[in-house]
């Protein structure tokens, strides 16, 4: 118990009156007086708090206790329509859970309001600022080190690492150039990773995605899709090793890769110069789509749309890949196709147009 009258019970700060700071300009008034409650005057009060606050804390046992309880006694799935609509199990868990954690929180709240020391105090700060002395001591060390550095007396060495330092951020403003257009692109083309051209060229074979292996035309059904990529990308070297590796097989991978589909002929709309491009309804395009570049797939054998996760961009298959609904701006680039001598679709060349996602320079052709 703390006897009423001793206000200065923490015996290390103020309250009830703490002195007014004569150098503030507005004079600090203190805290105001502190209340006594029944619990600090009376014992019998006190004790009964107590009783209270083990009270609730024992009700956030037997919560525990019911909790486990209903846990091996209650089955999931039974009883799913005794308190709307959920099962007993459920609300009987989260009821025994939630009010085991809530009367502890109450027993806290009682125990501090009740029973803690509850006298307020305060804490004086020092000024956030340095003294004058060791700012003057700064100021001295500092320019002692400028004159052991030497560079006011050395100009040389003072301008170089002037230059050095400016010119160290120029290869950051430099590499931006890669953000924008580029002017090799006609090398990038030719070496196979240009933009504007894929991997596909005359007489390629189309091969299944992942498996590698040709697609004889005869053997796709109406409505199949086929996800599909150039016979170059798989293993064709004696050895076993594919021809081309690492960064360029990811990136001739993603440029060349292609959904076949099969319908019945007289239901595909040929874009204009497209009327031999597709064989006995069989008809090919880019996978990547034509809005920021996600591979789509999700067909629709019915109406011949396909869907791009990613946006929503629709495409119909039937009609040049044309945009029916969503983002896409062009259509998904169509790969001309033909058979070779024992029947599996080749490419009749490289798609007509960049795959993919717009960029500054297809803009511009
Ligand atoms: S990437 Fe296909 S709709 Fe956006």
Known sequence: ????????????????????????????????????????????AAK???????????????????????YFTL??????????????????LGLALGGAMLFIGVGIIQWARKLMGDHEISELRHSASSSVEDREATLAALDIGIEES????????????????????????????????TNNQVANAEAGTGLQHTIWKKGMRLVRDVVGT?????????????????????????????????????????K????????EPDEIKHGKGRE???????????????????????YERTTHHVLCPCHQSTFDL???????????????????????DEGYLIAQADFDEPVGASYWEREKQ
Request: hydrophobic fraction near 45%.
């Open 1 to 44: 118990m703390i006897e009423p009258g001793n206000d200065d019970a923490t015996g290390s700060t103020a309250h009830g009156g703490t002195p007014a700071i004569p150098e503030e300009p507005i004079a600090n008034p203190g805290l105001p007086a502190h209340t006594w409650r029944p619990t600090d005057l009376d014992e019998g």
């Open 48 to 70: 009964r708090a107590e009783r209270q606050v083990a009270g609730f804390f024992f009700l956030s046992m037997v919560c525990t206790v019911l909790f486990i309880v209903a």
């Open 75 to 92: 089955q999931i799935g039974d009883n799913f329509d005794t308190f709307i609509g959920l099962g007993a199990s459920t609300v009987a």
């Open 150 to 181: 030497g560079i006011g007396r050395r100009p040389l060495v003072r301008n170089s690492l002037l230059g050095a330092v400016g010119m160290v951020g120029l290869p950051l403003v430099v590499i931006l150039r890669d953000l924008g257009p």
């Open 214 to 254: 040709p697609i004889m035309a005869s053997e796709l059904e109406i409505g199949d899709l086929v996800n599909a990529a150039p016979e170059a990308l798989f293993p064709t070297e004696e050895n076993g090793y594919p021809e081309i590796e690492g960064v360029k097989l990811n990136v001739q991978k993603a």
């Open 256 to 263: 060349g890769a292609i959904i076949i589909v099969k319908m």
């Open 276 to 298: 031999n491009w597709t064989v006995d309804g069989v008809i090919c395009y880019s996978k990547i789509c034509t809005h920021v570049g996600c591979p789509i797939s999700l």
């Open 318 to 340: 039937a009609d040049s890949a044309k945009v029916i609904f969503g983002p896409a701006h062009r259509p998904l680039p169509q790969l001309p196709l033909a058979v070779d």
